[in-house]
């Protein structure tokens, strides 16, 4: 019988940014966190200690089925999510639950600035929990996605029970023109969040215009 790891990642990527400075950097920050991950992806790639290769249209159907591909290979008690253009702190893969959490301590990287996320947001890509309730979110996830009205993120306006945390350090939500997901630019800029700094610094070492 296999001994059940404590923690893993799982990493899911539609390959848009394959070779690019940000997600070179995002891949060295996971692998920085020490933690055994998987990498669920589009096209065939050997990026961390398990790849596994998923074909499908991008939408976010796809991207549920991403994830419980991930879960199901998964030999985790607790699992994180990881996306292809977020930058994690190492602090963010040190939490723990007992269910399903967030981690709402997020800046968005604009080409303005930083901009904070709502403390009540669902971040689809801070979401980590014990690995069979989230089989079990995910499953109900897919089971609704073509009833009309749908949120991909577990928890909202779905009766699912989530918990919300925070870290110090911040995660990083880099907005790009490949970005899955739309978003108005609202809220206050700033200048430098803890950790990553300057964003026009940070913007540069990722590759990204300024």
Same mark, same amino acid.
């Given at each position: ?17 394959? @070779? ?71 602090? @963010? ?118």
């Amino acid at each position: 019988m296999k001994e059940k790891k404590e923690k893993s990642i799982i990493y899911y990527t539609d390959n848009t940014l394959d @070779h690019t400075d940000m997600n070179n950097k995002v891949k060295d920050i996971i692998r920085e966190a020490g933690l055994p991950t998987i990498s669920i992806s589009r096209r065939k790639r050997n990026d961390f200690d398990k790849n596994w290769f998923f074909q499908g249209p991008r939408d976010s159907l796809a991207i549920l089925l991403q994830i419980m591909f991930g879960l199901e290979k998964s030999e985790s008690e607790t699992v994180f999510l990881a996306e292809h253009d977020v930058l994690y702190p190492k602090e @963010h893969f040190e939490l723990v639950t007992n269910g399903i959490g967030y981690n709402t301590s997020v800046y968005r990287l604009t080409e303005k600035g930083y901009i904070k996320r709502g403390e009540m947001e669902f971040p689809m890509a801070t979401l980590f929990g014990k690995r069979d309730l989230l089989i079990e979110a995910i499953r109900k996830k897919i089971a609704v996605w073509d009833l009309g009205k749908f949120f991909l993120e577990p928890g909202r306006n779905d009766g699912i029970k989530v918990e919300f945390y925070r870290t110090e350090i911040p995660v990083i939500d880099i907005r790009h023109n490949s970005n899955f997901t739309y978003w108005r630019t609202r809220g206050k800029i700033v200048e430098s969040v803890p950790r990553w700094g300057r964003y026009r610094k940070l913007r540069k070492r990722l590759g990204l215009k300024l």
